[in-house]
């Protein structure tokens, strides 16, 4: 898979996180939640970023200033892609590309971080969902409610069980807006999908699977931008634009997923 890695910059440190960062990172260095995503065409929805509650995060040193929090297995694939400096954190097998620390998901969920191109400018938070598999992507995936059907579903669950959550529910339920206009699903496709396919959970895994491939087919094939600089044209010609956009900007890089992943695209 060639995703778009997105550097989401983190303004300020959930407590727990913080209180692990201090003094393991020079003043001022830059560290950004590093999700693999598909569809940069979305990014304009962007309305929150999850982590597995249990997965094992580390932060990487990626230049003079600039620190990448991704799963281990992802630092390693970025290493042979070039990504981080090949001098001062250079490894010859993964037992040498150490992260300056390792944080869990749970330690970072309350995170306010900086997501490029979303018409959240104050920042999104970062927030756990149960189904992020650390064997694909970076381990942090963004989450866009309007367009991603699993994202729907885990907002208004998020928001619905704040409390069980450990979260503020403000954080959950940022406004959902349309970014894609699409012919059979309206301006709002995931949440279209979720409610007619009567999807009431994040855990209804198999009906999620179905949305999320309707959902990818309209919006690619049919679909037309509503947002940004690609405003009025089709999905598939703005999608490399805006990835090309983000890249120039600095704010995002390319990331393969090696061949032999074993997670298929219905999960
Ligand atoms: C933002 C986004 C917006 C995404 C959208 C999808 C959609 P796939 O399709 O199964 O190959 N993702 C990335 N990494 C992980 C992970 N470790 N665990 C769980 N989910 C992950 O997977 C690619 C998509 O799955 C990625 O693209 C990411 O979510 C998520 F509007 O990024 B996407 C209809 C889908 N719409």
Redesign the pocket.
């Known amino acids: 898979?060639d995703?778009t890695a997105l550097k989401l910059k983190v303004k300020e440190w959930a407590p727990k996180a913080a209180e692990k960062v201090r003094g393991n990172l020079p003043d001022g260095a830059n560290v950004y939640f590093v999700?693999?995503?598909?569809?940069?065409e979305?990014?304009y929805?962007?309305t929150c970023c999850?982590v597995?509650p249990k997965i094992t995060y580390g932060v990487f040193k990626a230049s003079d200033n600039e620190y990448y929090v991704v799963?281990k297995r992802a630092a390693w694939n970025m290493a042979f892609q070039g990504t981080f400096f090949k001098s001062d954190n250079f490894a010859r097998d993964a037992s040498e590309l150490l992260p300056v620390l390792e944080l869990t998901g749970t330690e970072v969920v309350g995170t306010l971080v900086d997501a490029p191109l979303s018409i959240h400018k104050q920042g999104v938070r970062i927030l756990p969902?149960e189904?992020?598999?650390?064997?694909?992507?970076?381990?942090?995936?963004?989450?866009?409610p309007?367009?991603?059907?699993?994202?729907y579903a885990t907002v208004i669950d998020l928001a619905k069980k704040a409390e069980y959550y450990g979260i503020e529910k403000e954080w959950a339920q940022l406004e959902v807006s349309p970014?894609?206009q699409t012919p059979s699903y309206g301006n709002i496709?995931?949440k279209f999908l979720v409610e007619k396919m009567k999807i009431n959970s994040p855990k209804d895994a198999k009906q999620l699977?179905e949305?999320?491939?309707?959902?990818?087919k309209e919006?690619y094939y049919k679909g037309t931008m509503l947002i940004g600089d690609f405003k009025g044209e089709s999905v598939e010609s703005a999608k490399p634009k805006v990835k090309a956009a983000l890249i120039k900007n600095g704010q995002a890089f390319e990331y393969a997923e090696p061949n032999g992943h074993v997670?298929?695209?219905?999960?």
């Open positions: 898979q995703y999700p693999a995503t598909l569809r940069p979305t990014m929805g962007q999850f597995g799963t969902m189904s992020v598999l650390p064997s694909k992507g970076t381990g942090v995936v963004t989450s866009v309007s367009d991603s059907p699993d994202d970014i894609i496709t995931a699977a949305a999320k491939d309707l959902a990818y919006g997670v298929s695209r219905s999960g």
